[in-house]
């Protein structure tokens, strides 16, 4: 017997540990079954000693005749589970003196692909909703900051409002004054002053009634100041909690990215 095929038929077992995945290994010279060490998963039963010719197929003929290696993936569809079977020829001084045989089960591999494969596109599914959300949260930012920028006008317009109702103030306070003095001129005018007394006591009238006027202005305008102030603030709470929810789910979008990658490189790594 060949050295070299001998060596290899002393490391079958060792050989056999070697591979990841349950792996039966068969060794062969020129024209029998030499070693036969099934996997669980098989159920053929070669003995040492049968003849190639009545367990071959066409690659192992041709591996033994040009000293290439071949290997063949095998579907579910066969023995209900998949399995590539590799011929190595084993050459020595020149010539094939024998086959190294090797049935590898792939069925944990396929499943880790196939769940690699549904795990990207979840991921990709996840990614694009997290992108669309992404864009909402934007557009949605840009309307409260528009609001809060209405706001802050409306804020601006009722401190001048503010500004002007007080000068009506002083103008209605001045006005009562003179018409007062006005009044206590026309009764010392006596008869003469009456109609003037009457002029005067009307511009105080309407003084008093700016003068109120003006003043539930002021409150009106108090309530609506302090509300806006108040809508003002929710608005910032609002935008600073968009902006914090944008900027997590843009950093959940590059999350899906990478498990995505990870999911594909995995997928890559389960191709036998």
Do not use: C
């Not at 190639?52 to 003929?61: D, G, N, Q």
């Not at 590799?86 to 089960?105: Q, R, Y």
């Not at 600073?240 to 950093?251: C, K, L, R, Y």
């Amino acid at each position: 017997m060949s050295k070299k095929l001998q060596e290899i038929i002393n490391n079958a077992e060792t050989i056999q540990r070697s591979f990841t995945e349950p792996t039966t290994v068969t060794i062969t010279d020129t024209e029998k079954y030499l070693v036969h060490l099934p996997a669980a998963f098989d159920t053929a039963n070669i003995r040492p000693g049968t003849p190639i010719k009545e367990l071959t197929a066409p690659l192992l003929e041709e591996s033994l005749k040009t000293g290439k290696v071949n290997r063949m993936r095998v579907g579910p569809e066969t023995l209900g589970f998949p399995f590539i079977v590799t011929w190595n020829p084993i050459i020595e001084d020149g010539n094939v003196v024998g086959l190294l045989i090797t049935t590898t089960s792939t069925e944990q591999i396929d499943k880790l692909r196939q769940l690699s494969r549904e795990l990207a596109n979840t991921v990709e599914n996840m990614a694009q909703t997290t992108e669309q959300m992404a864009e909402v949260s934007n557009v949605i930012n840009e309307q409260i900051q528009g609001i809060s920028s209405d706001s802050n006008s409306i804020i601006r317009t009722i401190e001048n409002a503010y500004e002007l109702i007080k000068a009506i103030q002083n103008v209605a306070n001045q006005s009562n004054i003179l018409g007062l003095n006005a009044s206590i001129e026309a009764a010392r005018a006596g008869e003469y002053g009456k109609g003037f007394s009457v002029v005067a006591n009307e511009i105080r009238r309407l003084a008093e009634h700016s003068k109120q006027s003006s003043t539930n202005i002021i409150d009106y305008l108090d309530h609506v100041n302090e509300a806006m102030n108040g809508n003002n603030r929710s608005i910032q709470e609002i935008s600073s909690t968009i902006e914090e929810h944008s900027a997590n789910v843009q950093e959940l979008h590059s999350s899906f990215s990478v498990i995505k990658t990870a999911a594909d490189e995995l997928m890559k790594a389960g191709r036998v």
